[in-house]
């Protein structure tokens, strides 16, 4: 069975500081992974996926994460937070082993950016 | 391309009632998969709809129901709804029969009074 787990349910950064947010997966199976974010109101927004290509993989607004195998980690990473990055982020792996297209996320890291 | 339309965004039910909600995925896609949210429960899957069969299911009970017509267009039934059913309502719809991204709409937020 697939899951994941984001460390941090609240992540605190300044304003052009290094953003790190964190997620392990568990999957018995080579795994996608999948960072989302979430606006206020909003539904879900793609960040980036891992699909076992390159194991850094880059997203939308300066995003990227690293699929460490050895880590089970897929940790986001951004250089320099901006005030717009504050957000919800839900690190997600996809059900594989069923052959359907459901998601299983993680709780989620709120991400406040200090100004 | 327009993105995953759900409607209604808002509603009101009381306990005891029924309610739908409806989505229509991005053209040419045909899963489309439900997600309820919950501060306390987070994002659960609900089940996943491609070509007009439910190929996946969560662990809801039977009073969480869901269809998809030919057009791909899907739509979630709750009956007899509960105050705990008071949740954002997530559909998503994807271009893949698995492993893909999905693409979310804006939800459909259920109040149960």
């Known amino acids: 069975a697939q899951s994941v787990t984001q460390l941090g349910s609240h992540v605190s950064v300044s304003e052009g500081a290094l953003v790190l947010l964190r997620c392990n997966y568990s999957?018995?199976?080579?795994?996608?992974l999948f960072w989302y974010v979430q606006y206020p109101n909003q539904g879900l927004q793609l960040l980036l996926k891992?699909?076992?290509?390159?194991?850094l993989v880059k997203g939308i607004n300066g995003f990227e994460a690293e699929f460490k195998k050895s880590e089970t980690s897929f940790h986001l990473t951004k250089p320099s937070a901006h005030m717009s990055d504050a957000a919800e982020y839900f690190c997600?792996?996809?059900?594989?082993?069923?052959?359907?297209?459901?998601?299983?996320f993680g709780t989620g890291t709120r991400l406040t950016v200090i100004p | 391309k327009a993105g995953v339309t759900q409607t209604p965004r808002y509603l009101i039910k009381t306990r005891g009632q029924q309610v739908t909600l409806s989505c229509s995925p991005i053209?040419?896609?045909?899963?489309v998969s439900w997600y309820q949210q919950t501060p306390g429960q987070g994002l659960q899957f609900l089940f996943e709809?491609?070509?007009?069969?439910?190929?996946n299911k969560g662990n809801f009970p039977g009073r969480f129901s869901g269809r998809q017509f030919s057009n791909s267009r899907s739509e979630m039934n709750v009956s007899t709804l509960e105050l705990g059913d008071s949740a954002l309502y997530l559909c998503?719809?994807?271009?893949?029969?698995?492993?893909?991204?999905?693409?979310f709409g804006e939800g459909s937020r259920l109040t149960v009074l």
């Open positions: 998503a719809s994807s271009s893949r029969g698995w492993g893909g991204e999905l693409f």
């Open positions: 999957s018995s199976v080579p795994p996608y």
């Open positions: 891992y699909t076992s290509a390159a194991t």
């Open positions: 997600a792996v996809s059900g594989t082993e069923t052959g359907a297209n459901n998601l299983f």
């Open positions: 053209s040419g896609h045909r899963s």
């Open positions: 709809y491609f070509s007009e069969t439910q190929r």
